[in-house]
């Protein structure tokens, strides 16, 4: 899994690839998070996420969001994000929620670091779709 | 020359600076950009004329979608984007405001000469970057409850008059009084508040700054003396918006949008359009909403105009009133607005879609405040850190040309990652200590990443602006402090 940053002429753009859901969302999160600060240290603790959406993209949305959510309420940079997808049962009537993810990150303190600040993420031009090798995913950050 | 190719883009010109895009394909109406070939040259490089085209296809957009000269591609509806949407029949669409809603920009005006402050300057800027909090989780200037942050989404300045941080005559000098009346905080999320209530105050980061100027330049005298505004004068703009909460609730609208109206979406070009349809539930929560975060950024801005007048005072070893720290106008860049607008002759309430654009309604126009009724609306134009800045007001011709708008800015022309490859924050800086601009941020990327030499040319944005009588310059400032995240 990785991730480049892209040319956008007032946002940024995150280009990342998996083998899996999983680690094309958990690529595109640590893209957010290198949007934001170059040099990170090691310090932090670890919290949980967990998301639920009606769709794949929705589910990479309320999760990028989340994250944003999680960075301006704990105080920290979620870095180092590990993430699982499922699909559920078919039996769950609740289309809402017809995807589910679970997943943490390394919360760095705000304090110790220099950020700069992504307001929200963007449904524009974003594409999840299966590659070569897995997944790629492409989202534009607002900054 | 009659048109222009931009790509498989080919734009008619109307007159002078006005060029448009026919109606084709999806499209409700044509589109329109204001802009000289120059501007159009940079416009036509990224994807603001496909957007533009994209946004027409929101129903009910009357007339035609317009792009400001200092417009720029954007997440759906273009940077620079005006678009007046029907409220009977047409939509309102949380993509074509933006995240930051209300994002905006004050000036406030003082009593001091430019050489009243030189010498100082260093200390000036240290102060106001120890006392202004800016970047990622630095907090605000004041720490608050959840019934703190109800309070100012329901009332605005009026909040803030009541607090102490502000006087009544701030108020006077806001759009539209500084509150707007249908907030209801209830339709603001649990989470959007949550992230807003530690951010009360700040400037954030990205474009966002503090500036003090000088005025370089008046133009139009009589305009110029009306806005209290004159030759060597220093004055202090703050551009920044409603933080967390105002994105919090685009995207909770956005998403709730996407579920509750997926018939319209699917008819949409990007999904970052998704729009609620004029009289849907949704419409009017939105627009409640929107209109609550709209009170939280004239407060945060007011709270930072309090703390820069508190930071002057310990500076210069006076008090804020004997040094004439009035607000000269606040005028918000990324808002949708009920507003009413006359349409082959007749009368139509409009929401009036300005994303990266300000509101620009001419002299005599009902809602300008009394004190500007004679003159016009002044609109604030923030330049980059190199180019400095522009008061323009109101022109006779926005509301027949654009909805009663003009540009925002100088408008971005290089990403961000470019910049950061073409420039360096500390050989930023030193250049602009050169021409005796004291610039200090958290992040010296952040300075790279605004470069002056990223933006179009502001002074070519504002004789646009002018030519076409949208806004009439009445006065330029240049920088001599400026503070970011």
Known sequence: MSYELRDHTADVGVEATGATLGEVFAATADGLAGAMCEDVPETGERFDVTVRAESKEALLFDYLDELIYQRDVRAVLPVENEVEVREEAEDDENDQSAWALEGSARGVPLAEITAREIKAVTYSEMALEKADSGWRAYVVFDV | MDTYEAGDVTLQKVREYVWEIPREGGMNTPARVLASERLLDEISEDKTLEQLKNSTHLPGVTKYAICMPDGHQGYGFPVGGVAGIDTEDGCISPGAVGYDINCGVRMMRTN????????????????????????????????????????????????????????????????DEGVRHDSDPSKVSQKAKDRGKNQIGSLGSGNHFLEVQRVTDTYLDDVAEAYGLEEDQ??????????????????????????????????????????????????????????????????????????????????????????????????????????????????????????????????????????????????????????????????????????????????????????????????????????HIYVKAQSGATVAEEAPGVYKDVDEVVRVSDALGIGDKVARTFPVCNIKG
Not at chain 2, 317 to 323: P, T, V
Not at chain 2, 366 to 386: A, F, K, N, R, W
Not at chain 2, 387 to 399: H, I, N, T, W
Request: charged share 25%.
């Open chain 2, 234 to 435: 220093i004055v202090v703009l703050i551009h920044c918006g409603s933080r967390g909460l105002g994105h919090q609730v685009c995207t909770d609208y956005l998403r709730k949008i996407e579920k509750a109206h997926g018939g319209l979406l699917s008819k949409l070009p990007d999904k970052e359009l998704a729009a609620a349809p004029a009289g849907s539930h949704l419409a009017e929560d939105y627009y409640d909403a929107m209109c609550a975060a709209i009170n939280f950024a004239w407060v945060n801005r007011q709270l930072v105009m309090h703390r820069t007048r508190k930071v002057f005072e310990r500076v210069f070893d006076d008090d804020w009133e004997s040094m004439g720290m009035d607000l000269l106008y606040d005028v918000a860049h990324n808002i949708a607005k009920k507003e009413m607008h006359t349409i082959d002759g007749e009368e139509k309430e409009l929401y009036v879609h300005r994303k990266g654009a300000t509101r620009a309604f001419p002299a005599g126009h009902p809602e300008v405040p009394g004190t500007y009724l004679d003159v016009g609306q002044p609109i604030i134009i923030p330049g980059s850190m190199g180019a400095g800045s522009y008061v323009l007001r109101g022109g006779e011709a926005s509301m027949d040309l654009t909805f009663g708008s003009t540009a925002h800015g100088a408008g971005r022309v290089m990403s961000r990652t470019q910049a950061k490859k073409d420039y360096w924050g500390g050989d930023v800086q030193d250049e602009l200590a050169q021409q």
């Open chain 2, 112 to 175: 001091l000469s430019y050489d009243d402050v030189r010498g100082q300057e260093e200390e000036l800027v240290e102060s106001l970057f120890a006392n202004v909090p800016s970047g990622l989780g630095g907090g605000g200037v004041v720490e608050s409850d959840l019934a703190t942050v109800d309070a100012i989404l329901d009332r605005g300045m009026e909040w803030a008059l009541e607090e102490g941080y502000a006087v009544p005559e701030d108020l006077a000098h806001c759009e």
